[in-house]
């Protein structure tokens, strides 16, 4: 790493015999720490303190205060070193001066060495979002030479501007004006740096944010839903606050859910607007409640509202018994033999069937197979022999009954 350059030191006349002394000052404006061995000078100039020995922080400085010794009138150059213990320069600076008669006492001269004021600042209570009016820090140079600012700095939810130029002469001085701007609610604090060749200096900061008060959005009322569907409703809320605000995000509770949150990540001026869409699922009969709410990206709730619903059961109609007989009609066109009726369960409960001949006839029916329970799905079988009867060109019904009803068979011979 290149040395410092510490600049030029005029220790300005000094009569022979006599000693001028001058305060050489080095300020670490790196970001990391540095360790100075020794400081160390030739004559005509000599060390009268070294202040620089040990680790300097970053943003601080030291001193070393050399004297001028003249054993001679006329001019004296010489070299300030500043060295690490491996005998590595860090900082230089060039030693000025002249040697006089007694007759003219050598001039002393200050280095530039600044002056913050007030150490602190306590802002009132602000609204997130908004800033604040300004406080001002004094910034002065009470050294003889020039005072260069390097970097005003501020950490925190805080904002920095000054009519400070490169440079400020012997008492002359500047102001910067600090502004608190928090993004959120809470007590917040943060810190001022000033960086100089003449010093550095902190001022502390401090202020605090009032929460906005929550926002009540109107009830929404979903009205009636059977389980199992969905009703929806819009929400629209508004930025009435002074303050631009950022909505996080939307959230409800089941059965109502967001399916389209307009408000999500929003940045709100006042009198903008954002719109929720939300859903009433009912998985229940009953009334529901519950609330929409829009909090910040932190938490902090913004905004809330009732959200209110009445879920119904669809009522299940009664189940019938329902059989399906075929055939509705057996003709045995004069051709004797058997034929069958085939009785079927197409309901979705059981049925209790009951069979048999109208009356007697000379038709031989079996319906002992369809005196039965059926159940859903199920079928039994009516077996009529027409054998003897188709001869003589006899008819006969058979009689099918299940829950008050009865179905008749026609039986005929032609």
């Known amino acids: 790493m290149p ?16 000693a001028a002394e001058r305060l050489v000052r080095f300020i670490n404006s790196s970001a990391a720490p540095i360790a100075v061995a020794k400081s160390s000078v ?17 943003g601080g400085n030291c001193d070393v205060r050399v004297q001028f010794h003249p054993a001679a009138e006329g001019s004296a150059t010489g070299e300030l070193l500043l060295a690490a213990a491996n005998g590595a320069v860090i900082a230089k600076g ?18 530039a060495h600044l002056v913050a004021s007030p150490p ?13 009016a300004e406080q001002f820090i004094r910034l002065l140079n009470d050294g003889d030479e020039p005072l260069t600012i390097a970097k005003i700095d501020v950490r925190g939810p805080f904002r920095v501007s000054n009519d400070c130029g490169k440079t400020l002469a012997r008492n002359e001085s500047c102001r910067a004006a600090v502004a608190f701007a928090p993004p ?21 900061l ?22 199992g569907t969905t009703a929806d409703r819009s929400i629209i809320f508004t930025n009435r606050a ?36 939300l ?51 057996i003709n045995f066109h004069g051709d004797p033999g058997k034929k069958t009726i085939d009785v079927t369960n197409t309901g979705a409960v059981p049925v209790s069937l009951t069979a048999k001949p109208e009356t007697t006839s000379r038709y031989l029916i079996d319906a002992a197979p369809c005196n039965v329970t059926l159940a859903p799905g199920k079928h039994c079988t009516i077996t009529v022999d027409g054998t003897f009867a188709v001869r003589i060109g006899a008819s006969a019904r058979v009689v099918i009954s299940y829950a008050g009803r009865t179905e008749l068979v026609a039986v005929a011979a032609k």
Request: aromatic share 4%.
């Open 242 to 277: 002074p303050v631009t605000i950022v909505v996080g995000k939307a959230t409800a509770p089941p059965p109502f859910a967001i399916v389209a949150d307009g408000c999500a990540n929003r940045k709100l001026a006042p009198r903008d607007s954002c719109e929720v869409r």
């Open 206 to 227: 401090a202020g605090e944010a009032t929460p906005l008060p929550v926002v009540e959005l109107p009830a929404t009322d979903f009205g009636r839903a059977f389980a």
């Open 184 to 204: 959120s609610s809470g007590v917040q604090r943060g810190v001022a740096v000033i960086y100089t060749n003449g010093g550095s200096a902190k001022i502390d």
């Open 42 to 58: 030739a004559e005509p100039f000599a060390i009268a303190a070294d202040g620089c020995s040990g680790t300097v922080v970053p």
């Open 279 to 329: 859903q009433f699922r009912p998985a229940a009969r009953g009334s529901m409640k519950g609330e929409l709410q829009l909090v910040s990206a932190s938490g902090e709730m913004i905004a809330a509202g009732a959200l209110r619903g009445l879920g119904l059961i669809k009522e299940q109609p009664p189940q019938l018994p329902s059989i399906d007989i075929k055939p509705r009609e």
């Open 120 to 132: 602190s600042l306590a802002f009132p209570s602000q609204l997130p979002g908004s800033a604040s």
């Open 3 to 18: 040395a410092i350059d510490l600049g030029a030191t005029d220790f300005g006349r000094a009569a022979v015999g006599t």
């Open 94 to 111: 060039t030693l000025l001066g002249a040697g006089a008669g007694a007759e003219q006492p050598p001039q002393p001269v200050n280095p």
